[in-house]
């Protein structure tokens, strides 16, 4: 009789468990973010006349700040440590130096931003897009969501919980334009709830001489190795750029690709770091060839979190770079070596001149 009645009762338990566990799922599901293929995206301070740009040297930084959650101090669980967010005093430090890096930026005319959360719980709750953009007060600025979950269960020692974040580009130029453009989902239902919903974003600044300056900011997928998938996501971004630049507009992407670039060797012993080739790589045939891949050898765009950052220890690599089009001159790429103070990835900056 007593073991009938433990027997029972385990049931029960495992029953329960089993209500709760698909109720989860119902409700993540229910609540599930999912963006169109296409979204128009609402500037901060939209402008009914854009007056066109005389200028035609233009300087860009891309940065992927990690939610102002992945400084020196911190390794991070998904790439082999232990830490899910760091404290909200750390958190706060984080983002108050990448607001003063980036308020100090004055001779950038283009941020493009990866990783900014909106009131995040692994980022404390902080509106981390609000604080830039009255920072950058007299900017003009687009956020558009790639990650949008009600609830990450893991770790389940700590779970990363609500998360709510994306990327950010803006500019002291009007912005006539703002779209967001999904890359395909890479995972099935239902780990597709809990994964990021990746995108590019699209800006578009009318010049004096009829055309068009194309803004691309970009963040890749991560953990995918599959060839399939990656030349699926990558031919998307890919389309628009040779599209617009097929229209006679110079094209400048920039972003978080995931992947290093075509050929690219450290050079003048990295600044220091340890090297790693990253698992992905961005071949040759990415782009046609007279297409200019933009980035600095000389010093690391990015390092691994399976421990905090100890510099020569922590392999590092380049992940964040430009792409610009055959009518654009690149004068200037550098990698701004900031040691993965605040963030897990480093600022890349260009200058191009258009070509007439």
Not at 101 to 128: C, M, P, T, W, Y
């Amino acid at each position: 009789m007593y073991i009938k009645k433990v027997l029972i009762l385990l049931l029960k338990a495992i029953g329960i468990l089993i209500l709760i566990f698909f109720g989860f799922i119902l409700y993540i599901t229910i609540f599930d973010y999912r963006p169109d293929n296409i979204e128009e995206l609402e500037v901060n301070k939209p402008e009914s006349n854009i007056a066109t740009i005389k200028s035609d040297t233009f300087s860009f930084m891309t940065w992927n700040i990690g939610y102002a959650g992945l400084g020196a101090e911190m390794d991070f669980f998904y790439d082999g440590g232990k830490e899910v967010r760091p404290s909200k005093k750390m958190n706060r430090k984080y983002l108050n130096s990448i607001e003063q890096f980036i308020g100090q930026q004055d001779s950038v005319d283009f941020f493009l931003l990866q990783e900014i959360d909106l009131k995040a719980r692994r980022s404390h709750h902080f509106n981390e897009v609000q604080e830039i953009l009255d920072l950058m007060k007299d900017n003009y600025g687009v956020f558009a969501k790639n990650y949008h979950c009600q609830f990450v269960p893991i770790p389940l020692y700590g779970p990363l919980g609500y998360v709510k974040g994306g990327m950010l580009t803006f500019s002291e130029y009007p912005i006539a334009e703002a779209i967001r453009y999904a890359y395909p989902l890479i995972a099935p239902w239902p780990n597709k709830l809990f994964l990021l919903d990746r995108c590019f974003i699209l800006t578009r600044f009318p010049l004096e001489n009829g055309k068009d300056l194309v803004v691309l900011n970009t963040h890749n997928s991560a953990y995918i190795t599959n060839k399939d998938l990656r030349e699926k996501e990558l031919q998307i971004i890919k389309d628009k750029m040779i599209e617009e630049y097929k229209k006679g507009n110079y094209v400048v992407a920039g972003g978080d690709w995931n992947a290093n670039p075509p050929a690219f060797k450290p050079k003048e012993g990295f600044n220091g770091h340890k090297f790693f080739a990253s698992q992905v790589q961005m071949n040759n045939n990415t782009m046609p060839k007279d297409w200019t891949w933009a980035f600095d050898p000389s010093a690391p765009t990015n390092r691994q979190n399976y421990k905090s950052f100890v510099k020569g220890e922590n392999p590092t690599t380049i992940l964040d770079y430009f792409i610009v089009s055959p009518n654009v001159e690149l004068i200037t790429t550098k990698t701004i070596d900031l040691n993965f103070k605040n963030s897990d990835h480093n600022p890349s900056y260009i200058k191009i001149v258009l070509r007439k």
